[in-house]
């Protein structure tokens, strides 16, 4: 997680910790690791914290996932390190399920205006309020590559 995909981290790890080890990579670039101590803490999972904009921090990252070998990953953070990230992942371990932050602008902030729609290159529609898909899908709607 970084920044703001705290506070969804902290919804899907109450919910996911109470039948799984949860772990947590956390980038303290905009958060207090003070801050993180007081909210997370659950569980018998590994709090790391790294900063996602250090080079030097990735191979720690790397290390971790090769490691662990997870089968399901959240990344809650920007496009920018969804794309960083994500590439990462796809190539140390494949395999992963993997959910992301829906980081669309939404317009009208109920997600029932549809203007908050992307068309992919086949033509299909998605409204991205509500945009659940497939990880391989994500190419077709920003034409971008994981």
């Not at 999972?45 to 990953?73: F, M």
């Amino acid at each position: 997680v970084k920044g703001m995909g705290l506070a969804p981290g902290m919804l899907a790890a109450d919910y996911l910790w109470r039948k799984n080890r949860v772990d947590w990579i956390i980038d303290t670039d905009k958060i207090n690791e003070e801050l993180i101590s007081d909210y997370i803490g659950w569980g018998d999972g590994i709090i790391k914290y790294l900063s996602l904009a250090k080079e030097e921090d990735r191979p720690e990252l790397v290390r971790l996932l090769e490691r662990e070998q997870y089968n399901t990953i959240i990344l809650l953070t920007s496009d920018y390190y969804l794309r960083e990230i994500g590439a990462i992942i796809e190539e140390i371990s494949p395999s992963s399920k993997l959910a992301v932050s829906n980081n669309f602008h939404i317009c009208c902030g109920e997600g029932i205006c549809g203007s908050c729609s992307a068309v992919d290159s086949n033509g299909e529609t998605y409204k991205m309020c509500k945009c659940q898909n497939h990880k391989n899908n994500i190419n077709n709607l920003f034409d971008t590559a994981w």
